[in-house]
């Protein structure tokens, strides 16, 4: 309904909601693009490239973190490393919101607070507990003859990791690349609690802010918010 919606004028979706319309419009998509807040200077566009530039640096740092974590845990062997993978998976227990004020007041005394840095710490530090789970599960999956066989013939430890192992954890990468994503490009909460700043504000709290009352053009942005995950599945 929404993306049936998203192509209808306003008169003709005032009329009947549910029809399936005669006149195809593509306004409704190029309106969206230049809607802002009445009294703010939050706009659609700056909000997309925000939650754009936030995401991507929430996937990379989340990559590389949890896989280097992972590989640690599961292929080298240091003392207390089973503790160490327990603690930082036990966050997985904790609620969300429980962390919201001490967050907060963390964001504020570093000076991180209304920033994208800010926001893409707590994303990644959000991913981190499934992140590195999953991570070591791929590298243990991995057959250990392998990385004996490429320590053999003299290979370093980072060749290794590059050429031998990332190739093979693939499918793990891939799932918590599919997972940060989800969590920064869909996020309302962090966003609304730790940016202030009209024009650094996220694309899901400036469409929750131009609601209904902007018209047909609120539906193009709703179905502009899947495009990026229909673009990554395809």
Request: charge should be neutral.
């Amino acid at each position: 309904m929404i993306i049936i919606s998203s192509f209808k004028n306003n008169p003709e979706l005032s009329l009947n909601l549910n029809s399936i319309y005669n006149e195809w419009t593509f306004d409704n998509y190029k309106n969206i693009w230049e809607l802002k807040i009445r009294s703010s200077r939050t706009s659609f566009n700056q909000s997309f490239w925000n939650s754009i530039i936030v995401t991507c640096g929430t996937v990379i740092l989340s990559v590389i973190i949890t896989t280097l974590s992972g590989y640690a845990l599961a292929i080298l062997k240091f003392p207390f490393s089973e503790l160490i993978f327990i603690l930082l998976i036990l966050p997985i227990l904790i609620p969300v919101i429980s962390l919201i004020i001490p967050l907060y007041k963390l964001l504020r005394d570093l000076n991180l607070h209304d920033s994208y840095i800010g926001l893409i710490l707590i994303h990644t530090t959000c991913m981190l507990p499934v992140g590195v789970f999953l991570m070591r599960n791929a590298f243990i999956s991995i057959p250990q003859s392998l990385r004996e066989i490429a320590m053999l013939e003299g290979s370093s430890e980072y060749k290794i990791l590059t050429k031998v192992m990332l190739p093979l954890a693939l499918p793990g990468i891939l799932t918590v690349i599919i997972f940060s994503m989800y969590t920064a490009w869909n996020d309302y909460l962090f966003s609304l609690i730790f940016i202030n700043s009209p024009e650094m504000q996220m694309l899901n709290v400036t469409l929750s802010r131009l609601g209904i009352r902007s018209g047909n053009p609120i539906f193009a942005g709703y179905v502009i918010t899947y495009i990026p995950f229909i673009i990554f599945f395809v």
